[in-house]
């Protein structure tokens, strides 16, 4: 049972940057392979997938609204999945979710929250202009 904990939200003035955290318990890198995702939901909005990355080679998937904004890495010795947020806009105001899930990151599928398994309960992220 792979579990996940996020941290590292909080309230940033609009150009600033936040890193999160997603500390995965369960589990390590070497056991099997994860598409592990960061996703967001902000009051009235659907789920959107923001970024990804596959243990199995490290390749990595962004949304285009945070492309050029945002990056997603992994400390395989902390098994803790991370989101550097930079550049930090209003409309990235969210609560920010942690996923991971026994599938390829690739054809898309890292941008549905269905083929997650295990996810995180949040951290809020709030930009203000």
């Known amino acids: 049972q792979v579990q996940l904990a996020e941290s590292g939200g909080g309230s940033v003035q609009a150009g600033g940057s936040l890193r999160l955290s997603c500390a995965a318990s369960?589990?390590?890198?070497?056991?099997?392979?994860?598409?592990m995702g960061w996703f967001r939901q902000a009051p009235g909005k659907e789920r959107e997938g923001v970024a990804a990355?596959?243990?199995?080679?490290?390749?990595?998937y962004y949304a285009d609204s945070v492309k050029g904004r945002f990056i997603v890495s992994r400390d395989n010795d902390k098994n803790t999945l991370y989101l550097q947020m930079n550049s930090l806009k209003p409309e990235d105001t969210a609560m920010y979710y942690c996923?991971?899930?026994?599938?390829?990151?690739?054809?898309?599928?890292w941008g549905s929250g269905r083929y997650y398994t295990y996810w995180g309960q949040g951290t809020q992220v709030t930009v203000s202009s």
């Open positions: 996923a991971a899930g026994k599938v390829v990151c690739s054809g898309g599928y």
């Open positions: 369960g589990y390590t890198y070497s056991n099997f392979q994860l598409c």
């Open positions: 990355l596959y243990t199995g080679n490290g390749r990595t």
